[in-house]
Structure formats: C-alpha cells, structure tokens
C-alpha cells in the first residue's frame, strides 16, 4: 500500500522560502498512472490545492500561488517536493502530499500533513 | 475558478439519524467530477465518493452522493458514532481544483 509522508520546518520567517518534502513508499513515483499533489488546509478553513506534478516532470498550479510556487520531484529518493518563495502569515496552513489518478483528478491517498508556521 | 458553497456549515443530529449535505457550484461542474471527503480532527480528508455518486474504496453503503449541474448532496443513511466529523466536497471538473468550506456534523 502506498504511502505519503511529508517532512519539512515547522517555522519559517516572513519573506522567507517554504520547502518541504514528501517521501512516498509502497510504490513508484515514476509510476505514469499518477499525479502527484501538494495541497494545504488553514486552520478551521477548507483545502486548498497548491499544484501537482507528472512523472513527465510537467506541472500544473493553482493561478492563485504560481508565481511562488515551484513543484518537482527527485526519482532517485522517490520524492517530490514543495518550494513557496515569499511567505506571509496567510502561507500558514497544514501542508499535505496526495495522489490522483491521471484521468480522474480526485485524491486518493493522502499523506498525515506537516503544520507550517509562518511568524518571526 | 468554481466557488463550491456548502450547507450548513454545522449540523446537530443523533446517532441513528440521517444527514444531508448540500454542495452547490458557481457554474455548472463538467461530467458530474465531484468528490466528497470526511476529515476527522488531526487527520488528513478521506475520499469518501467520487463521480457525483461512485463510492470509494471500502466506504460504507450508509454514504451515498447524488446530484449534477451546480448542486449536490451527501447523504448518510444513518449515523454512526465515527461518522461525526467534518466533511468537504471537491470539483474536479475544472482547474483549479477547488473544495468547499466544510459542513461539520456534530452530536447533538
């Protein structure tokens, strides 16, 4: 069974960058069945998603957040990973790694999520 | 963009009671592409129903989705006490995927 953890810093400073990483097991990354997404959720608020990659390499981002926002994976550690340039406070959410399938962009299995925290 | 509403945004009922959520879309959501989710406290959303009316994966038959267009709802037949929780639903009709805020079930 496959499964999606995400890892990364609790806290990061105004203005600063957000990276996090999302290790996947049970299964490839390279696999071409699957999209592989980055969405959060602010506290008491309803998901939001960010973006989403294909083992092509190609991405698509919510126009929202795509001028900062930079999605990729690294198939050697099968993982893909988040950067969000600038952050503000309104950057704080719970930050989640999810799997869709290509045809039916639902999301299926979904890491724990990883809180980010953005104050000095 | 599709704004996804959802009504109410609390719901207080018994166990054993039926409970209908309502998710309308801003436009029409192409080909019935609607997902519902249920999300516990501390936990990630767990896909509950898929194409408007499909049930996901070991999901029990007390959930069902209905409808197209711009409205749809979630029904659970009869609540279980594991069943009170937040629940959300998703248009993938469109990009960028958008969710709804939510409606929480509550016990009442």
Known sequence: QVQLQESGPGLVK??????????????????????????????????????????????????????????????????????????????????????????????????????????? | EIVLTQSPGTLSLSPGERATLSCRASQTVFSRSLAWYQQKPGQAPRLLIYGASSRATGIPDRFSGSGSGTDFTLTISRLEPEDFAVYYCQQYGGSPWTFGHGTKVEIK
């Not at chain 1, 699957?34 to 190609?58: D, H, K, L, M, V």
């Open chain 1, 14 to 120: 105004p203005s600063q960058t957000l990276s996090l990483t999302c290790t996947v097991s049970g299964g490839s990354i390279s696999s071409g069945s699957y999209y592989w997404s980055w969405i959060r959720q602010p506290a008491g608020e309803g998901p939001e998603w960010i973006g989403r990659i294909y083992t092509s390499g190609s991405t698509n981002y919510n126009p929202s957040l795509k001028s900062r926002v930079t999605i990729s994976t690294d198939t050697s550690k099968n993982q893909l990973s988040l950067k969000v340039t600038s952050v503000t406070a309104a950057d704080t959410a719970v930050y989640y790694c999810a799997r869709s399938e290509v045809q039916t962009p639902y999301f299926d299995n979904w890491g724990q999520g990883t809180l980010v925290t953005v104050s000095s």
